[in-house]
C-alpha cells in the first residue's frame, strides 16, 4: 500500500472505526503514526499557537534560539543560539547563532530572521505575545530593543533587569520559533507578515516540516533529512484525529496506529496484558486545584480552607479515578520546575477537618456550591469530594456547566468553589507564582486578573516577595524564595491543589523513541525509531 492511499485510508478510517475497513496494513516502515484527539489546532503560525495540539507540532518544525533538555528543565541549552551574554546592568542580551543553519528553503538562518521572528509575534500581538512583550517590548519600541547588529549577532534590551533564566525559558516557548523572513513576506497580505499563509504552512528550520493539514483529520511531517543537529530516526510523522479513547485503543491493536494518546483509565488498564503494546508516561505541568472564593464568608475562615484539604482523600482519587493520568501534588509549582517542592502535608483525616470547623464555628458542616465543567475527570473527582465533605457535614451542591460557562463564572468571582487545571505557559516558575501567589489590586475591576484574584485572596506581602523574586538573578537565592512562597501558601491559600497531570502515550512494541516533555511543546518526534 503506498503512503499516499495508506494516509487517505487513516483518514477515512478516523471517522469510521468501529466499522474497519476489510483488508489492514501495518503502519509504513519509515512513517510513524499516531492516534491523537487534535480538534483543537487552529494554526501552525509559532506567533498564534496556543492550543496543546498545535503547540506539540510546532515544537517539532520550529526551532528557538534556546531549548533546555526535557528530563531536566534546569539545563538551559543553545539551540540556534550558539552562545549568549548578559551585561551587566542585567539588561541587554547578546545572543551569538550558530554558523551554516539553514531553513527548509535553503536560505541561511541569519540574526535578522530571529530578530524579525521575536518582533512579528509582539507586532502581531496574538495569544501567545505577552510572553515575549512582558519584558516591555511594544509595537513601538520592539524593532529598536530586537534587533540583529550583524548576521550572527543579535541583540536584545529589556526595559528592566530580570532574572536571567525568567527571560530565558520565556524564548523557549513556542512563541519564540524562529521564521524565514523571506518566505514570510513572501506570502504576506494585507500587512498579516504572513499570518495567513503560516496558519497552514511551515518556514522554518526545525527536524520537521508542516507537509498537509486536514482540519480535524491529520496532519503530515516530512523529515529534514538535513536538519544541523542530526537527521530524524524516521521519514515522516502521520497524526491522525480521532476523537475516542475505545477507537484509539482498538486501532493501537491491530497495528494500524504505531501510537494512541489519549487512552483513558479504563483502556490503559485493557492493554496491559497485550505483549505487542507498552505504555510510557511523561509528567506535566498542568495543576488540577480547587479555588475558593473569599468572598464567600465561610470559605475566608483559615481554620475551614485547612479543614477542606484535611478532607479530600487525595491518595484514593489517584488510586480510584485518576491513576495513570495524574499523581498526588500539593504546591502551585508543578515538579521539576525551578523552586519546586514535593512535600505532601494533606491527607484524608476526618477527625482534623471536623476539629478545624468547630474551631472555625461550623461544627456541624455548612452549604456550599462547586462550580462543575461536565466531563471527565472532572465530574468524577467533583463527585469523590462531595462524598468526601459529606462525612463532616458539609453539603456540597455540584452546579454543573460547558467550560466555557464555568470558566466565564471563575473569571467574573462568582462562584464559590471552582474545580479546574492551570498549566504553565513556559517553563520558569514566575509563570504559577504569579497566578497563584500575586494579586497587586483586589478590587472587582482589578485588571491583573490572577487566580489569586479569581478567588479574591488579598495578599499585597506575598505579592511583593513575589514579584522581587522575577528580579533576582542569583539562580539559587530565587529557588530557595518560592520554595519558602509555596510552603506558606500551602497552609494558608484558598487553593486545594490535589494532582499533576501525568501524559500517557500507549505504542507498539518496537517503536522507541518518542519523548514526552514537561510541556505539550517538548514532546518530540525526531527519535522515534521501529526497531
Known amino acids: 500500500m503506498t503512503i499516499a492511499r495508506w494516509i487517505a485510508t487513516g483518514i477515512l478510517l478516523a471517522g469510521t472505526v468501529l466499522q474497519p475497513l476489510a483488508t489492514q496494513a501495518a503502519t509504513p516502515r519509515d512513517t510513524v503514526v499516531m492516534a491523537k484527539q487534535i480538534d483543537d489546532i487552529i494554526t501552525f503560525d509559532p506567533a498564534e499557537s496556543f492550543e496543546f495540539s498545535g503547540s ?78 512582558q519584558f516591555g517590548f511594544t509595537k513601538d519600541n520592539v524593532r529598536e530593543r530586537i534587533r540583529a547588529t550583524d548576521g550572527r549577532t543579535l541583540v536584545i534590551t529589556t526595559d528592566k533587569p530580570y532574572a536571567p533564566t525568567f527571560f530565558f525559558y520565556c524564548l523557549t516557548a513556542s512563541v519564540g520559533g524562529i521564521v524565514d523572513k523571506a518566505t514570510v513576506l513572501k506570502n504576506e497580505k494585507d500587512g498579516d507578515l504572513g499570518n495567513g499563509w503560516m496558519k497552514s504552512n511551515s518556514a522554518a528550520s526545525g527536524p520537521y516540516r508542516l507537509r498537509r493539514w486536514e482540519p480535524k483529520e491529520s496532519y503530515t511531517l516530512e523529515a529534514n533529512a538535513d536538519y544541523w543537529d542530526g537527521a530524524p530516526k524516521n521519514k515522516r510523522v502521520v497524526v491522525r484525529h480521532v ?24 483502556q490503559i488498564a485493557g492493554i496491559a496484558g497485550n505483549a505487542d503494546l507498552a505504555v510510557q508516561e511523561g509528567v506535566k505541568g498542568t495543576i488540577f486545584y480547587l479555588g475558593l472564593n473569599q468572598k464567600n464568608e465561610t470559605l475566608r475562615k483559615p481554620e475551614v480552607r485547612e479543614a477542606l484539604k484535611w478532607l479530600v482523600d487525595y491518595q484514593g482519587i489517584q488510586d480510584n479515578l485518576l491513576k495513570g493520568k495524574y499523581q498526588v501534588h500539593q504546591a502551585f509549582l508543578p515538579k521539576g520546575f525551578m523552586g519546586a517542592i514535593e512535600t505532601k502535608p494533606y491527607g484524608f483525616d476526618l477527625e482534623k477537618g471536623k476539629a478545624l470547623l468547630a474551631k472555625a464555628g461550623v461544627p456541624d458542616g455548612f452549604a456550599v456550591t462547586m462550580d462543575v465543567r461536565n466531563v471527565s475527570p472532572y465530574t468524577d473527582v467533583a463527585q469523590a469530594i462531595q462524598a468526601n465533605w459529606a462525612k463532616a457535614g458539609i453539603k456540597l451542591d455540584l452546579i454543573p456547566g460547558d467550560g466555557k460557562q464555568t ?125
Open 407 to 531: 470558566l466565564t463564572k471563575y473569571r467574573a468571582r462568582n462562584h464559590d468553589i471552582y474545580i479546574g487545571e492551570w498549566g504553565p505557559d513556559y517553563q520558569d516558575p514566575h509563570t504559577n507564582a504569579q497566578t497563584f501567589a500575586m494579586n497587586p489590586d483586589n478590587a472587582d475591576e482589578g485588571r491583573t486578573k490572577t487566580l489569586a484574584w479569581r478567588n479574591a485572596w488579598d495578599i499585597p506581602a506575598m505579592t511583593k516577595e513575589t514579584e522581587a523574586a522575577v528580579v533576582e538573578r542569583d539562580a539559587a537565592k530565587r529557588a530557595a524564595v518560592y520554595e519558602d512562597i509555596q510552603r506558606r501558601h500551602q497552609t494558608e491559600s484558598p487553593f486545594v491543589i490535589m494532582f499533576q497531570q501525568i501524559e500517557v502515550a500507549a505504542r507498539r512494541k518496537g517503536v522507541e523513541g518518542f519523548i514526552l516533555g514537561p510541556s505539550f511543546d517538548n514532546n518530540y518526534y525526531r527519535g522515534i525509531e521501529k526497531k
Open 243 to 266: 476523537a475516542e479513547a475505545a477507537a484509539q485503543r482498538l486501532l493501537l491493536e491491530k497495528g494500524d496506529v504505531d501510537f494512541a494518546r489519549n487512552l483513558e483509565k479504563d
Open 56 to 133: 506539540e507540532a510546532v515544537g517539532n518544525i520550529y526551532d528557538k534560539l534556546l531549548t533546555f533538555d526535557p528530563g531536566n528543565v534546569a539545563d538551559i541549552r543553545g539551540q540556534l543560539a550558539e552562545r549568549w551574554t548578559v551585561s551587566e546592568d542585567g539588561k541587554t542580551y547578546t545572543f551569538t547563532l550558530r554558523d551554516g543553519v539553514k531553513f527548509h528553503s535553503g536560505n541561511p538562518v541569519t540574526a535578522e530572521d530571529a530578530a524579525f521572528s521575536l518582533q512579528r509575534a509582539v507586532l502581531l500581538d496574538k495569544q501567545p505575545a505577552f510572553i515575549i512583550a
